[in-house]
């Protein structure tokens, strides 16, 4: 009931109100031109497609494109290109001096930065436009679905329409960030691979229904909910270092403020999200790629490259697949957590942590902690992103049904939801109304 309760509250605050309005509105626009199919293929001869993108590596990137990429649609890119853009430009943030004078310049610099983040995301597009079309033959589309044929005027309309899908997405993305209820990018990706689970979780069960096991479905579900809520204490786990802060006498001099003055840093158990399994996932691809080279892929060694890591659930994909990500968790964390500005801002704001001095011991204890915090972060991390693998082999899960018990998926599920839920809580204890989350300090409605 009360949660009921909750949602009337969120529909008495007019602007909450019309910002949800706004992103489910653009969110069904996203939905809709994932359905669309390019000018010049027959909508009616995609099976092979569909059929050939719905496991492995295919079926992962299918996911994130909410199907886009199987129906050969205007939006068949997603949003991924933006997201490879960004990442592109965070990295060379680190080795650039423009680009970090870019990011000490406030809003004005972030909004160069989003420029030109999205002139990259139209470079990256113009790359993958033309790989995708050149694949789709070898994914499963006969010569007659192109009804056009494949020539120059096919390529250069449909290389400009995947671009401006691309594009328009972002646009999607970037409106519900400003006028809706925030984390615009990953909504789009997020309501993509929800997409995609009642489909994977009814054939799954119905597989099983045929073998008459309804107490492994039981069983899938109870599991799946243990890892929804690992991830959970994943994303939300953080080391509180306690912080005390001196304050200003009357004669002007500082002394220790003793009573109520005790306030912590959060420091995040997993502080680089999902990004070292999506590096991890981009350098996957390689040892493949290596083994197909035209001087491998005739001996022995090329051929077992390409049979061990074409499999995502195989036994070496996903044992480098996890080393990957524990080095990439500790690189990224590195980039991402400036200790050193976190130690410079608390001595210039008055701050301490105690027993520890202000300045380059602040900077280096709080280096030590996240390098100690990191470590089970990491493989904590590794183990959610290799765990399909092993329902996999345990159960004999569907693959598709099985990308959902970890990895990208799961945890750009479970990461925005969090998100989402905390940005609307925000807006209901700004009104006085208790929150949705039992985190936030509850308050009763006014009148």
């Given at each position: 009931?009360?949660?009921?309760?909750?949602?009337?509250?969120?529909?008495?605050?007019?602007?909450?109100?019309?910002?949800i309005i706004l992103?489910?509105?653009?969110?069904?626009?996203?939905?809709?031109?994932?359905?669309?199919?390019?000018?010049?293929?027959?909508?009616?001869?995609?099976?092979?497609?569909?059929?050939?993108?719905?496991?492995g590596l295919l079926?992962?990137?299918?996911?994130?494109?909410?199907?886009?990429?199987?129906?050969?649609?205007?939006?068949?890119?997603?949003?991924?290109?933006?997201?490879?853009?960004?990442?592109?430009?965070?990295?060379?943030?680190?080795?650039?001096?423009?680009?970090?004078?870019?990011?000490?310049?406030?809003?004005?610099?972030?909004?160069?930065?989003?420029?030109?983040?999205?002139?990259?995301?139209?470079?990256?597009?113009?790359?993958?436009?033309?790989?995708?079309?050149?694949?789709?033959?070898?994914?499963?589309?006969?010569?007659?679905?192109?009804?056009?044929?494949?020539?120059?005027?096919?390529?250069?309309?449909?290389?400009?329409?995947?671009?401006?899908?691309?594009?328009?997405?972002?646009?999607?993305?970037?409106?519900?960030?400003?006028?809706?209820?925030?984390?615009?990018?990953?909504?789009?990706?997020?309501?993509?691979?929800?997409?995609?689970?009642?489909?994977?979780?009814?054939?799954?069960?119905?597989?099983?229904?045929?073998?008459?096991?309804?107490?492994?479905?039981?069983?899938?579900?109870?599991?799946?909910?243990?890892?929804?809520?690992?991830?959970?204490?994943?994303?939300?786990?953080?080391?509180?270092?306690?912080?005390?802060?001196?304050?200003?006498?009357?004669?002007?001099?500082?002394?220790?403020?003793?009573?109520?003055?005790?306030?912590?840093?959060?420091?995040?158990?997993?502080?680089?999200?999902?990004?070292?399994?999506?590096?991890?996932?981009?350098?996957?691809?390689?040892?493949?790629?290596?083994?197909?080279?035209?001087?491998?892929?005739?001996?022995?060694?090329?051929?077992?490259?390409?049979?061990?890591?074409?499999?995502?659930?195989?036994?070496?994909?996903?044992?480098?697949?996890?080393?990957?990500?524990?080095?990439?968790?500790?690189?990224?964390?590195?980039?991402?957590?400036?200790?050193?500005?976190?130690?410079?801002?608390?001595?210039?704001?008055?701050?301490?942590?105690?027993?520890?001095?202000?300045?380059?011991?602040?900077?280096?204890?709080?280096?030590?902690?996240?390098?100690?915090?990191?470590?089970?972060?990491?493989?904590?991390?590794?183990?959610?992103?290799?765990?399909?693998?092993?329902?996999?082999?345990?159960?004999?899960?569907?693959?598709?049904?099985?990308?959902?018990?970890?990895?990208?998926?799961?945890?750009?599920?479970?990461?925005?939801?969090?998100?989402?839920?905390?940005?609307?809580?925000?807006y209901l204890l700004?009104?006085?109304?208790?929150?949705?989350?039992?985190?936030?300090?509850?308050?009763?409605?006014?009148?």
């Amino acid at each position: 009931m009360k949660f009921i309760e909750t949602l009337k509250n969120v529909w008495k605050i007019e602007e909450l109100r019309n910002r949800i309005i706004l992103t489910v509105g653009l969110l069904l626009v996203y939905r809709f031109g994932a359905q669309v199919v390019l000018p010049g293929i027959d909508a009616a001869q995609l099976e092979t497609l569909q059929s050939n993108t719905d496991s492995g590596l295919l079926g992962l990137l299918n996911a994130f494109t909410g199907g886009a990429f199987a129906n050969a649609s205007i939006f068949a890119l997603g949003i991924m290109p933006y997201i490879s853009a960004s990442i592109v430009v965070q990295l060379m943030g680190i080795a650039i001096p423009y680009l970090q004078k870019l990011q000490k310049e406030g809003a004005s610099g972030q909004k160069k930065i989003n420029q030109i983040t999205r002139w990259l995301t139209i470079a990256i597009c113009l790359v993958q436009a033309p790989g995708y079309l050149a694949s789709l033959p070898s994914l499963g589309i006969p010569q007659s679905a192109f009804l056009l044929g494949q020539g120059g005027l096919f390529y250069f309309s449909s290389i400009v329409i995947l671009v401006t899908g691309c594009i328009f997405a972002m646009w999607l993305g970037e409106k519900i960030t400003d006028k809706g209820i925030g984390n615009g990018i990953s909504l789009l990706i997020m309501v993509g691979i929800i997409a995609r689970l009642p489909l994977s979780f009814f054939q799954n069960a119905a597989s099983r229904l045929e073998g008459n096991n309804v107490m492994l479905i039981l069983i899938e579900l109870v599991l799946w909910f243990v890892i929804i809520f690992a991830s959970i204490m994943l994303i939300m786990a953080v080391r509180k270092i306690a912080v005390q802060y001196a304050r200003r006498t009357a004669s002007g001099g500082y002394e220790k403020n003793i009573m109520g003055s005790r306030q912590y840093i959060p420091l995040k158990l997993n502080a680089s999200g999902v990004m070292p399994i999506i590096f991890a996932q981009a350098i996957m691809f390689v040892p493949g790629l290596i083994g197909g080279t035209s001087f491998m892929k005739d001996s022995a060694a090329g051929q077992w490259l390409q049979s061990q890591f074409s499999d995502i659930f195989g036994f070496w994909y996903n044992l480098l697949f996890a080393f990957l990500i524990i080095i990439f968790t500790y690189f990224y964390t590195a980039i991402t957590v400036p200790t050193n500005k976190m130690a410079d801002d608390l001595k210039r704001s008055g701050g301490f942590i105690p027993g520890i001095r202000p300045g380059s011991e602040t900077s280096e204890y709080l280096d030590k902690i996240m390098s100690q915090i990191t470590l089970p972060g990491s493989i904590f991390l590794a183990l959610i992103a290799v765990f399909p693998a092993i329902i996999v082999k345990l159960m004999n899960v569907q693959s598709g049904w099985a990308l959902f018990f970890g990895g990208t998926s799961l945890l750009i599920l479970v990461g925005v939801a969090i998100d989402t839920m905390q940005q609307v809580n925000s807006y209901l204890l700004n009104r006085h109304y208790d929150g949705l989350m039992k985190t936030g300090k509850n308050r009763k409605a006014v009148a």
